[in-house]
């Protein structure tokens, strides 16, 4: 069974170069309903700890880099098969494989300042949503 719920983060580069509201519009009319939201900057160990999985990979320490370099906004996305849909919405993570019309190729700088951050699995849409969020942010708006 899938989850209906997905986490997405509006990346630094994309937050400076003023491409939150188009981007949220995007969402929106994609279907998906913004059940929580609120822009922060994460510090070193937050943007470590939030992306754990990666900690071995050769591009880890430049994620943290970015993703620790300026504001972010983080949202909880609600809609039927919503990690899927998502993850066709945004496109690949190289903006230069990134289908027309999707987020990244609208919107990234780079492979590695692609604009937004998508859940990959349910699992870690479940992680992710509660690493930002606590169940009792979002639970009153879904029903």
Partial sequence: MTSNKTLTMIKP???NNKHIGAIIDRIERAGFRIVAIKSLKLSKEAAQE???EHAERPFFNDL???MSSGPIVAAVLYKENAVQDFRKLIGSTDPNDA???TIRKDFAESKSKNA???SDSDASAERECHFFFS?????????
């Fill in 116 to 118: 937004v951050h998508g």
């Fill in 135 to 143: 169940t009792i942010d979002y639970l009153e708006v879904l029903k």
């Fill in 13 to 15: 580069g994309a937050v």
């Fill in 99 to 101: 289908e027309e019309g």
């Fill in 64 to 66: 943290v880099s970015f």
């Fill in 50 to 52: 939030f992306y754990q």
